[in-house]
């Protein structure tokens, strides 16, 4: 597990879905269902002064589907595949979108250093941080607790059904354990 990486200010679980809620409650949106379209094109550029969102052709971003910019100027950037998905509510489409908003929020304030990999440390993974927030923010823990199963909260919230498994586990299997033992 050696090489370096680009390492952040670390942030746990708990602490990431605390800014996903508060960031869902601002927005008035509570356990609704995002539309991540509509977020990048149209919220954000409202509420935040240096915010811009691009899409670029396919060539342009080879192997990405989306990238974030926080340093001084606030951008997402989506390959046009990806934004042509996302248009049309594609579940990955959403997540890649999500995921770079996680990057837009928790990381924008931050310059990223570099530090040797000597151990498996999420809370300062910057990817780690961004699909954490993904996951909690398309699919939020009192939504799922309002889900009869897996498959209902896939439905509800227009997500992979590894991910409505992921969250699912999280909240309602894990949760009964902690609350038994």
Known sequence: MGGTFQAVEPMTSAE????????????GMGTKNVQMVNLVERILPEGLADYDFFVLPDEDMPGLAGITGTSGEEMIILSES??????????????????????????SQQTPMLAKRTRNDNRVDPEWQADRFADVWLV??????????ARHVAAKYNVTDELAQRR???VMIEGIQGELF
């Open 168 to 170: 699912w586990q999280e």
């Open 16 to 27: 990431i879905e605390r800014i996903a809620w508060d960031i869902r409650e601002f927005f």
């Open 140 to 149: 939020p823990t009192e939504g799922v607790r309002k889900c009869r199963s």
């Open 82 to 107: 990806t934004y042509i998905a996302l248009c049309n509510n594609d579940r990955e489409a959403r997540y890649v979108a999500a995921h770079e908003f996680g990057h837009l929020v928790l990381h």
